[in-house]
Nanobody, 125 residues
Framework: VQLQASGGGLVQSGGSLRLSCVVSGLDFDDYAIGWFRQAPGKEREGAACINSGDSKAYYMDSVKGRFTISRDNAKNTVYLQMNSLKYEDTGVYYC???????????????????WGQGTLVTVSS
């Protein structure tokens, strides 16, 4: 199983980035996909996730209204569109996959089976 995250970079505060996560080695349609982030010196936190099937999305409070998660099952890809970026959004962003996650508990990193390598997002103030 591989999760390949990309799209990170350096952006000014107020700017936008779109992250992509390409998944291989599993039946993508059956897996919920999550995005976690980790800032230097801080714990990993769940930014967003999207369900399989109905594509219902969940967001952490600090990104609601600014981030949008979506999936393209034909491309085995999940996207995280990040708008109105803030300095505190800086961190390494990881995508995750799990087929049995209880989505209301998605923010528990230990609940996810598979992890990608991460992509760095740096927001300058």
């Amino acid at each position: 199983v591989q999760l390949q995250a990309s799209g990170g970079g350096l952006v000014q505060s107020g700017g936008s980035l779109r992250l992509s996560c390409v998944v291989s080695g599993l039946d993508f349609d059956d897996y919920a996909i999550g995005w976690f982030r980790q800032a230097p010196g801080k714990e990993r936190e769940g930014a967003a996730c999207i369900n399989s099937g109905d594509s219902k999305a969940y967001y952490m409070d600090s990104v609601k209204g600014r981030f949008t998660i979506s999936r393209d099952n034909a491309k085995n890809t999940v996207y995280l569109q990040m708008n109105s970026l803030k300095y505190e959004d800086t961190g390494v962003y990881y995508c995750t996959a799990d087929s049995r996650i209880i989505l209301t508990q998605y923010a528990n990193a230990r609940s996810w089976d598979f992890w990608g390598q991460g992509t760095l997002v740096t927001v300058s103030s």
